[in-house]
DNA sequence: TAGGCGCATGTAATCGATTCCACGAGGAGG
DNA sequence: CCTCCTCGTGGAATCGATTACATGCGCCTA
């Protein structure tokens, strides 16, 4: 492969020019630029992005470590993400935790041995050491989604309080009473907020949330399965299951069709995170709908200005409640699609 | 950040020293190391993989460019890729060309530009100039899932025509005489193979193919969507139709519904890459299922052979298929899941 | 006891870029 | 005509690692 050494031979300049025609500095002259631009197409030189991090301590790389690859949620999020890296000039490297803490720590390690520039993370517990050290050791750093309460890190996210008191009263509207929440881990933020949201709202309209009415989930379908056929052995099973992500959602409808239930008729359901897939479901599946393309690019873009300098800033947006039929006819002036 | 100086000058020692410590060079004492590991420690040292790979000529790296992330198939395809190369020390940067062959070159160029040490690719089109001088080059390459023609590349991929014949089987048996496919775009491999393996099939069963039955797609949602709409419009409609990848397959569901009609009753449906959440949609979908993990898996390894000298092989794995109810009632001896 | 071998270690070159500094040429101004 | 400034350019240091080569020491053997 063919270096800044070579260039510099085949145009008769020294490699300092050909760095600064590259980099277009100023001073340089037509002809020599005209030389080595030349040059470069013939050999179809190509700089090398290592030796360059290496001199100016700039990777241009940005690390997001996801919770789950597999959650469509995520992978949304991920797309956008790079989208918005690419239009400012930055690639982006995807970390998978699988919701596991450790496989977390180890991309959030092998990124930081990259020295990339900026982190986004969307931790899966509470924070390790490690990640820890690097928010407080200055490596710029941005949280998307879920983030780790007592950290001076920004975070951006979708605040669900408002659309889940929309969906509860929406379940009180039709006629629910006992309703149910398959919550996801309490280590995450995403996993405690939802169910203190769906609590309170549930205390605006005077209904009880008892423990057996909280079931402890993991965001994977598995869990959403296991908490459901819990809820359905009930000597009083809840008339509604509102599921904290939609694998859980899935694994839900799963138990209620192998109990040959049909929803919304025997059992209402309505999940927070609305994937494409909830359309062609039947019943197609009311959700709560995070606006996640505007996650992903306000986060790279708060990610981004920290990085070069400019104050971050926090950025939260509204989830709005989507209506299906999942939970019962939808009153006309609801939103459906 | 602390770099390899520092931790020389901590624990009294040359760079070199701390280098061999650090790559278990047998040639160090036991006392220097233990000076040199206290050092690390001490400064939570950790080497920067830029200049380490600046030097070495090696990334450990492997870039992963697949045509669509938010196609499960992909997604999953891509964590086993991960996984697999973590397990044999390596690092994965995705990059997503969503289907459009200049993203799928822009990321080309900037994997090659970071040095990757091998590349996996899934191509969205029939090999732009760029990929095909890498390959040739000599930049370590496999292709997985899909491949190009005329290029000396080893592919790991999953061969469908078998499942395709056991489809056909299905269908015939089930009574229906009128097939009709939705394909992809004829630039990929798996877009051409999987129609010719269909037209093979009906052959074999004495039916026709007319041309109004094969509907051009480009793999996603919307243009299964639309070629269902054509299908339905005409004046003799197919009595199944079978999607080449999952994401037209729902955009066919989609049309079906949104005519009030019922699968499989009124028309029977079928599709290529089974994913998770064919089981939850209604009916559930038969579909032909590609050992996906594996497929990854393989990839990985054949290009970690080729990376580290060992001859390469292509691998085909059989695709097999999935009999659920969008087709009718399945026969007994079938698989079912 | 001298020669030789091997081990532990350090010095310095190297990878491919960027960038500070010095230098020479040429033009403007006094 | 001399001085000074600007502009284009090249030499060389630098980033943080790896590694070939040199060196010095201790020990074994003849």
């Known amino acids: 492969m063919a270096s800044i050494k070579d260039v510099a031979a085949e145009a008769g300049v020294s ?30 030189y190509r700089p090398n992005a290592v030796a360059r991090s290496l001199r100016t301590d700039q990777t241009h790389t940005l690390g997001l470590v996801i919770s789950d690859v597999l959650n469509p949620y995520f992978t949304e999020l991920a797309r956008s993400v790079e989208e918005e890296a690419r239009a400012l000039g930055y690639s982006v490297i995807i970390g998978n935790a699988d919701e596991r803490p450790e496989l977390q720590d180890h991309h959030v390690r092998t990124l930081l041995d990259r020295r990339i520039d900026g982190l986004l993370v969307s931790p899966t517990d509470g924070g390790s050491p490690l990640m820890l050290d690097a928010a407080r050791g200055g490596t710029p750093m941005v949280f998307v989604d879920r983030w780790i309460p007592g950290v001076d890190v920004p975070v951006v996210r979708a605040d669900g309080r408002a ?14 009473r006992r309703l149910a929440i398959i919550a996801g881990p309490a280590a995450t ?34 869990s959403g399965r296991r908490v459901t ?78 990085i070069e300098g400019r104050p971050p800033q926090s950025v939260t947006f509204a989830a709005r409640l989507v209506v299906r039929r999942s939970c019962g006819e939808p009153a006309a002036t609801n939103v459906t699609r």
Request: proline share 8%; hydrophobic share 45%; glycine share 8%.
């Open 15 to 44: 490699v300092a020019t050909v760095s600064r025609v590259l980099n277009d500095h100023p001073s340089v002259s037509p002809a020599a630029r005209t030389r080595v631009l030349a040059a470069v197409e013939a050999l179809g």
């Open 163 to 176: 659309a889940v008191r929309d969906l509860v009263a929406h379940l009180h509207g039709l006629g629910h």
């Open 189 to 222: 933020t995403t996993g405690s907020e939802r169910v203190e949201a769906f609590r309170e709202a549930l205390r605006e309209y005077g209904l009880p949330l008892p423990d057996t009415y909280i079931g402890q989930g993991d965001f994977q379908a598995a």
């Open 229 to 306: 056929e819990e809820f359905l052995g009930l000597p009083e099973p809840p008339e509604a299951v509102f599921a904290a992500d939609n694998l859980m959602a899935l694994g839900a409808l799963d138990a209620i069709r192998a109990r040959g239930m049909r929803v919304p008729d025997d059992i209402a359901l309505a999940a927070f995170d609305d994937i494409p897939w909830f359309v062609h479901t039947d019943p197609p599946i009311t959700a709560i709908a995070q606006p996640t393309p505007e996650l992903g690019r306000a986060a790279v873009r708060a990610l981004v200005d920290r």
